[in-house]
């Protein structure tokens, strides 16, 4: 099955700073990966994804990448605000079999005013 | 977004007991539901795929006899954990998507706190 790694655990920056969250995948016929942003006591929320026919997707202060090739994708957030302080997970899935989610291990973004 | 609900949001309850999880779709049909554990400061685990007017799909390691899953209508879906006992204390999400090929997006709900005592 899919295997989705995560990095890094924890990442702190000061806010006005970047922050790059990064992915990998196994399996090369997952074509959607999704990043939710969750925090403390609630729900995961959906803050941008991609599918695989696309390399990168950008909107507002957040862009995701895909390197289908290497089977990776990352999570770019620039001009970091204290309001961006969560988890942030990213996942993977096969939209034409059940899309059934595999998550990474997640993400503590702390963002320093 | 599309809106999914779950009811309650926290639940103590007595080891042996029985407790129910309701997750709605709000404001679209859910072909597919997914429930999920989260245990603290970990991932969410995918425990079983709920479809709509059939059986659930658990994943390995979930006992289906203790995790019953109900997915009557296209707007509901139910999990009751059985004979709850405090290993089974965790925090459960459950996802929803409009289902069909090709259909992506999975809405999820704010979660329900399970603490068994």
């Known amino acids: 099955g899919e295997n989705v790694e995560q990095h890094p655990s924890t990442l702190s920056v000061q806010e006005g700073d970047s922050a790059v969250i990064k992915c990998t995948y196994s399996?090369?016929?997952?074509?959607?990966f999704p990043w939710y942003k969750q925090e403390l006591g609630k729900g995961p929320q959906l803050i941008i994804d991609i599918r695989s026919n696309v390399g990168e997707k950008k909107d507002q202060r957040i862009a995701v990448t895909l390197n289908k090739t290497a089977k990776h994708f990352s999570l770019h957030i620039t001009e970091t605000q204290p309001e961006d302080s969560a988890v942030y997970f990213c996942a993977a899935s096969k939209l034409d079999a059940g899309n059934m989610l595999t998550f990474g291990g997640g993400t503590r973004l702390m963002v320093k005013p | 977004g599309a809106v999914v609900s779950q009811h309650p949001s926290r639940v103590i309850c007595k080891s042996g007991t029985s407790v129910k999880i309701e997750c709605r779709s709000l404001?679209?049909?859910?072909?597919?539901m997914f429930w999920y554990r989260q245990f603290p400061k970990q991932s969410l685990m995918l425990m079983a795929t709920?479809?709509?007017?059939?059986?659930?799909?658990?994943e390995q390691g979930v006992e289906k006899d203790k995790f019953l899953i109900n997915h009557a209508s296209l707007t509901l879906s139910t999990l009751t954990v059985t004979s709850a006992h405090p290993e089974d204390s965790s925090f459960y999400i459950c996802?929803?998507?409009?289902?069909?090929?090709?259909?992506?997006?999975?809405?999820f709900g704010p979660g329900t706190r399970l603490t068994v005592l």
């Open positions: 996802s929803a998507g409009s289902g069909g090929v090709g259909t992506d997006t999975q809405y």
């Open positions: 404001d679209f049909q859910a072909t597919t």
């Open positions: 399996d090369s016929a997952s074509n959607y």
């Open positions: 709920s479809n709509e007017g059939s059986k659930a799909t658990y």
